[in-house]
């Protein structure tokens, strides 16, 4: 189906400029490019786009020639990452319905079970629409004309609330087990259904997710839990009995209502985070995911001890063995895994009864003081017993706050004058381009002028020596 411009609500000024010149300077190097995927669902649903994907038949190669700052991300399937400052524009090759074959004209599979496909370029949507992977997702925007094209019943599902897999779904999911996790995901953040068909061969084939490389689980956690649909996200993975995929070391606590209520709770704070604009961490996410089990351990291993409070080595270790074991589902990049294991340490280091002043300086001028507090509020939920340290800390946590707050506004202060200068001095560049410009226009009028006179003077000159004769 295409829809001329009249005939649906989207228009240009839904896009970024970087995203509508990015199909521009394709389209005039005369390539096609078409604007698919989240942006166009979300768009049609009422809902802001995250980022802003593009397909075109331009190869990645010859997108990253065209545009200078760009990159080629990934080796398998190549997408290209053209920047426009903070902006990042998402630049895919058409693919096309050619299955990848080996020479003896099998379907190429990677050893796992997974399909090799998405390898071979295509030459038009017709064809690319096919590899997408839900319907909803495949519907393509021209920036040049405003049409819209659906070609797998897209707009009827958007409108019935229907996630639909493209194809034969035991086939797509065989290819790319990850298509079942963003089932989920767009579950959970549209509200929508599966179809049957979609929903039915996820039992079978779930655990062919295990065979996903690490850190792409790492990406997909971070958007099923990051979003603003954390909560609805959790949800759908327990319902579908996916978690425990997600979660290796966490096997026993996942259908353990602690654990459950727990992480909801903080979910729902950090959705909460995500609708008034602020950042959540994934770091502040694991931390969340691996606190019961982190606990449960420290428990065990210090029963005699019977307190809150535990020896910083033994926090650095259990955080250590507990992130080992979730690694071997996501994998959890060096910097996060710090992150996670020293708020651990600080979190349990606010319940040790201070000695000094110092000491407590130390505690809430650490850069991870106001991550410890916020992880305190949310376990004081559960543990009542902790409610004075929310109060105690309180103070320290405002003043902390207001502290981030005003060297923030500092740093944006500071790049808004930096911006400024960087204009002022290009204005005063074109200001004194200009003037050169009228001088040399002015001292070329004068040069004119001045033959003009030599012309004039010459010609009076001869005609006197005529008029005296003096010439020969
Ligand atoms: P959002 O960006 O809001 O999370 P999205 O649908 O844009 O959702 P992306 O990961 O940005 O998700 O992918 C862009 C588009 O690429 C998708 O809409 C879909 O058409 C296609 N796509 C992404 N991943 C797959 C996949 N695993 N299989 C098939 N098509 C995919
Ligand atoms: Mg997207």
């Not at 058409?94 to 080996?102: A, D, G, L, V």
């Not at 030599?454 to 001869?462: D, F, H, S």
Request: proline share 3%; charged share 25%.
């Amino acid at each position: 189906m295409v829809l001329t411009s009249d005939q649906h609500p989207i228009t240009n000024s839904n896009f970024s400029k970087a995203a509508l010149k990015t199909c521009d300077v394709l389209q005039k190097h005369g390539f096609s490019a078409y604007l698919v995927g989240g942006c166009i669902r979300d768009l049609l649903l009422g809902i802001k786009p995250k980022d802003f994907d593009i397909a075109t038949n331009a190869t990645p190669e010859k997108v990253h020639n065209i545009f200078s700052s760009s990159r080629i991300i990934g080796r398998r399937f190549k997408i290209v990452h053209v920047l426009y400052g903070n902006e990042i524009i998402e630049v895919t090759t058409f693919r096309s319905n050619e299955q990848t074959k080996s020479r003896r004209g099998t379907t190429v599979s990677d050893g796992h079970g997974m399909l090799v496909r998405d390898n071979s370029y295509g030459q038009d949507i017709d064809e690319d629409c096919n590899r997408r992977d839900f319907t909803i997702n495949a519907i393509y925007y021209d920036p040049k004309d405003g049409t819209l094209t659906d070609f797998h019943g897209g707009l009827y599902d958007l409108k019935h609330g229907i996630i639909d897999i493209i194809g034969d779904p035991e086939v797509r999911y065989a290819e790319d087990p990850v298509r079942i996790i963003r089932a989920i995901r767009f579950k959970a953040k549209l509200g929508f259904k599966l179809s049957k068909r979609t929903e039915d061969p996820i039992a079978k084939q779930k655990s062919l997710l295990i065979n996903i490389s690490n850190a792409r689980m790492f990406e997909e956690v971070n958007k099923l839990f990051l979003s603003g649909h954390g909560q609805a996200s959790l949800n759908e993975l327990i319902d579908y009995d996916l978690l425990r995929l997600l979660m290796p070391g966490q096997r026993s606590v996942v259908t353990d209502s602690e654990f459950h209520d727990f992480v909801s709770y903080a979910l729902e704070s950090s959705d909460a985070r995500t609708a008034r604009g602020q950042m959540n961490k994934p770091y502040f996410l694991y931390a969340v995911l691996l606190f019961t089990k982190v606990r449960s351990i420290l428990e065990q291993q210090s029963a005699s001890l019977g307190s809150i409070t535990y020896p910083e080595e033994l926090v650095v270790q259990t955080a250590q063995q507990v992130l080992n074991t979730q690694n071997a589902a996501t994998d959890i990049p060096s910097a996060i895994y710090y992150d996670i294991s020293s708020l651990y340490v600080l979190y349990f280091s606010l319940f040790s009864p201070f000695i000094t002043q110092e000491e407590l300086e130390k505690i809430t001028s650490n850069s991870r003081f106001r991550a410890s507090y916020d992880l305190l509020k949310l376990r004081a939920h559960f543990e009542p017993s902790l409610e004075p340290y929310v109060e105690f800390y309180k103070p320290y946590y405002d003043e902390s706050a207001l502290k981030a707050e005003t060297l923030r506004q500092k740093k944006i202060a500071k790049r808004n004058e930096k911006r400024q200068q960087k204009r002022d001095a290009m204005n005063a560049f074109k200001k004194d381009a200009q003037s050169k410009n009228e001088k040399k226009a002015k001292s070329e009028s004068f040069s004119k002028d001045s033959a003009q006179d030599r012309q004039e003077r010459l010609a009076k000159a001869r005609a006197w020596r005529i008029a005296m004769n003096l010439d020969p």
